[in-house]
C-alpha cells in the first residue's frame, strides 16, 4: 500500500515536470521573450525589419531585410559582438534554403565583426523547403555569448503545386552538378549501418556471457587479491583485441574509401569577413539623458532629457525603440509598420514636447508605457544588478526625413 502511495507521489511529480516543461516550452519558444530583459535592450537594435511575402509556396522565395544597431551600452560581463557574429534565420529546423545573405552589400556567408555603436542593413534571401506555418526572425549568433534574435514575423508555407519533390541543386567547383537533398546519402546510410552492426555486434557478444562483469567482479572479490587475474578470460581478451582492430581498420577503411570517391575537397572556410560598418547619421540633435524610472504598476519607462536641436529644421520625436519592442508617438505620423509586424504599440509613446525649435534646448520627457513591457517580460528589468537602459529614437525633420540615435543610462524602478 505504501508503496503504491510512493509510487503516485513520484507519478506526480514527472507529470508536473512535463506540465512545467511544455508551458516553458511554449514560452520560450523563440526567444523574443527568454533572453533577461537587460540584454534585448542593450545588445543590438534591430529595426526596419521587413519579411516579404508572407504567404508563400513551396520552392518560393523569401526576403528578410533590415537594420541594426550594436549598442554603446553592450553589457560588460558579455564577449562582444565586435569579435565574432554570424547573421542567420531563426526558424525551426532545417524549413529554408539560405540562398543568399549580405550586411551592408558584403556577402555574409561567414562569421563577421561589429563594431559598436553603428550602422548594418542586411538582407537574407530564402527559399521554403518545407510545408508548414513559420515565426521568422532575423538571428545573430555572437560567439561566446549566444544568439540575439529579432522580433519575429509570421510567415505561411503551402504545399507546391506539384508532387515532384523539392531539388536543391548546386554546382561544385569540379562542375558537376549535384542535389544537396540526396547527394551522398547512400554512403552515410551505409557507413552508420556498418558501425550500427559494429556496436551491437559487441553488446551481443557481452550479454550472451553466462556472467557479466560486476557479478564477476565481485565473485572474484571474494576469492582473494591473489585470483584477480581470472577477472578477464583470455577469450575476452582475445574478442576485445579483434573489435579493436576491426574499428581501426574501418576507420582507415572510410578514409582511404572517400579520399577515392571524393578526391577534390576543400575544408569548411572559417575566416571572417569584414565589413566597413555605416556611421549612425546625423540629425543634429543632441541629447544628454538625466533620469529614467521604470514604474513596475503602470508597466512604463519614463526618461529625462536635455535636448538641443542643432538642425536647421524644427524636429519631432515619433518613436522609441528598445528590446525591439516600437513606441510611436500617436502625434508625429511618420514611422511606417511593415505587414505582419508584430510588438508594436501605435500610441505607446508620448513626448512633454511636441515640437523642438531650431536652436533651442529643452528638457524633454518620453514616457514609453504599454502591455508589451508586461507580455514581453520586460519587467525583469528591476532584477538586474546592473539597472540600465538602453534604446534608440527615432526622430524627423519638417520634410519627413527620419534620423536615429541610441540613447541609455541608468534606470531606477519605481514600485508605486
Ligand atoms: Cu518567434
Redesign the pocket.
Known amino acids: 500500500m505504501n508503496k503504491l502511495i510512493a509510487g503516485k507521489k513520484w507519478l506526480g511529480s514527472v507529470m508536473a515536470g512535463l506540465v512545467l516543461v511544455i508551458l516553458a516550452g511554449d514560452a520560450l519558444?523563440?526567444g523574443?521573450r527568454a533572453q533577461l530583459a537587460s540584454m534585448r535592450m542593450r545588445t543590438v537594435h534591430w529595426f526596419d525589419t521587413k519579411v516579404e511575402p508572407l504567404n508563400i509556396k513551396v520552392g518560393d522565395i523569401v526576403t528578410v531585410t533590415g537594420k541594426l544597431v550594436t549598442s554603446e551600452w553592450w553589457p560588460k560581463h558579455m564577449p562582444s559582438i565586435d569579435e565574432t557574429v554570424f547573421l542567420n534565420m531563426g526558424v525551426p529546423g532545417p524549413t529554408f534554403l539560405r540562398l543568399h545573405s549580405e550586411v551592408n552589400g558584403v556577402p555574409m556567408m561567414r562569421s563577421t565583426a561589429f563594431p559598436l555603436g553603428k550602422v548594418y542593413e542586411y538582407k537574407t534571401v530564402m527559399r521554403a523547403r518545407v510545408a508548414g506555418r513559420y515565426?521568422v526572425?532575423p538571428i545573430l549568433n555572437v560567439k561566446d555569448s549566444g544568439s540575439l534574435v529579432d522580433k519575429?514575423t509570421w510567415v505561411e508555407v503551402a504545399e507546391a503545386d506539384t508532387d515532384a519533390p523539392f531539388v536543391n541543386e548546386v554546382t561544385t567547383l569540379p562542375g558537376e552538378t549535384i542535389d544537396l537533398e540526396t547527394y551522398a546519402l547512400k554512403g552515410v546510410y551505409t557507413w552508420h549501418l556498418i558501425w550500427i552492426a559494429m556496436g551491437v555486434a559487441y553488446l551481443l557478444y557481452w550479454l550472451l556471457r553466462k556472467e557479466l562483469f560486476i557479478p564477476r567482479f565481485i565473485r572474484i572479490r571474494e576469492l582473494g587479491a591473489d585470483r584477480a587475474n581470472e577477472l578477464l578470460t583470455k577469450k575476452d581478451f582475445v574478442v576485445s583485441s579483434v573489435f579493436f582492430t576491426v574499428t581501426l581498420a574501418v576507420v582507415l577503411a572510410g578514409y582511404l574509401w572517400a579520399e577515392n570517391k571524393y578526391p577534390i575537397t576543400i575544408p569548411l572556410q572559417t575566416g571572417l569577413v569584414e565589413v566597413e560598418p555605416i556611421e549612425i547619421p546625423k540629425g543634429g540633435l543632441a541629447v544628454e539623458v538625466d533620469h529614467a524610472t521604470y514604474d513596475l504598476a503602470g508597466r512604463s519607462l519614463s526618461m529625462k532629457f536635455q535636448m538641443t536641436n542643432n538642425n536647421d529644421s524644427p524636429l519631432r520625436i515619433g518613436e522609441f525603440l528598445t528590446a525591439n519592442i516600437r513606441f510611436l508617438n500617436p502625434n508625429v505620423d511618420e514611422g511606417e509598420i511593415y505587414e505582419g509586424e508584430e510588438m508594436v504599440s501605435t500610441d505607446g509613446l508620448t513626448a512633454s514636447v511636441d515640437t523642438i525649435q531650431p536652436g533651442q534646448t529643452v528638457a524633454v520627457e518620453l514616457v514609453a508605457s504599454d502591455a508589451l513591457w508586461e507580455q514581453y517580460r520586460m519587467t525583469g528589468l528591476i532584477h538586474d544588478p546592473d539597472s540600465r537602459f538602453a534604446g534608440m529614437i527615432f526622430y524627423y525633420d519638417e520634410n519627413g526625413q527620419r534620423y536615429f540615435q541610441e540613447v541609455g543610462g541608468a534606470v531606477l524602478p519605481n514600485f508605486f
Do not use: Q
Request: aromatic share 0%.
Open positions: 519558444a523563440h523574443e515565426h526572425h519575429g
